[in-house]
């Protein structure tokens, strides 16, 4: 494992509106951004710190590159993190595989599907803190059956419902799911994919606690879309939404 430069953010504080911005993605502990499409760390730091207390249970089921077992184990909390792709099963273990006496969180990694968490039992997490794909916007496998980055947005959506009543299953009454999800473009239109999915969650009884824009930089205007979007005259997405419900 390559030397750790520094194991905590650099002044840190806790966002206090509905508009977040990392301009600088998170670069202590064993954070990076080779996982295309992972989150900032800034964001599950917000989402644990927030809404959970040292010593509960955290779940990530698209657990990706690793970066929300990280901050869950700095912070000490224990979590849970599925995936049904070895190949980020194996960048989770290589990312959770360091000793910092303060961070004190318990990392359980299994290979598995969001959309049936058999091995956890009903009302038993703390706290859901998560970021699934965007249908098909980045494929991260090549023929996994689980894999919802395969599907197209209709079919992903479909998918996401089992999703949501897994996780409202799982969670504890009180407690707070947090979902990251962005948006989509098809023949210049956009397709609001992520309202379809905060639709989903509420229909299996979430409760809509915050609506929080979260803007995305390091998106330059270069290449194919560049082009497309002077082409068809369309503006190029800068923000995702991170939806943050609560079981009542």
Not at 217 to 227: E, L, S
Request: with cysteine; glycine share 6%; proline share 4%.
């Amino acid at each position: 494992m390559k030397e750790i430069k520094k194991w905590e953010p650099d002044d840190f504080e806790l966002e206090m509106t509905t508009h977040w911005s990392f301009p600088k993605r998170g670069d202590w502990a064993t954070h990076d951004g080779k996982w295309r499409g992972n989150w900032s760390p800034y964001i599950p730091r917000n989402i644990i710190l927030r809404y959970s207390q040292e010593g509960d249970l955290v779940l990530d089921q698209f657990a990706g590159g690793g970066t929300t077992l990280v901050e869950a184990k700095l912070l000490n909390r224990n979590i849970i993190g599925v995936d049904c792709n070895d190949e980020a099963l194996k960048r989770c273990k290589e990312k959770i595989d360091f000793e910092y006496p303060p961070a004190q969180g318990k990392v359980s990694l299994y290979k598995g599907d969001a959309r049936d968490l058999y091995f956890q039992g009903d009302e038993s997490v703390d706290l859901i803190c998560t970021h699934p794909p965007y249908a098909d916007i980045i494929k991260y496998s090549d023929g996994i059956p689980e894999d919802l980055s395969l599907l197209k947005v209709k079919d992903f959506l479909e998918e996401m419902k089992p999703v949501a009543a897994e996780s409202y299953r799982v969670l504890k009454k009180g407690k707070f799911c947090a979902v990251l999800m962005g948006d989509t473009r098809q023949k210049g239109c956009m397709i609001p994919m992520s309202f379809d999915v905060m639709k989903i969650f509420q229909d299996v009884g979430f409760t809509l606690k915050e609506l929080i824009i979260k803007e995305q930089h390091n998106c330059k205007a270069t290449g194919y879309w560049k082009t497309n979007s002077v082409k068809y005259n369309f503006l190029l997405i800068a923000h995702e939404y991170l939806f943050v419900f609560k079981k009542c």
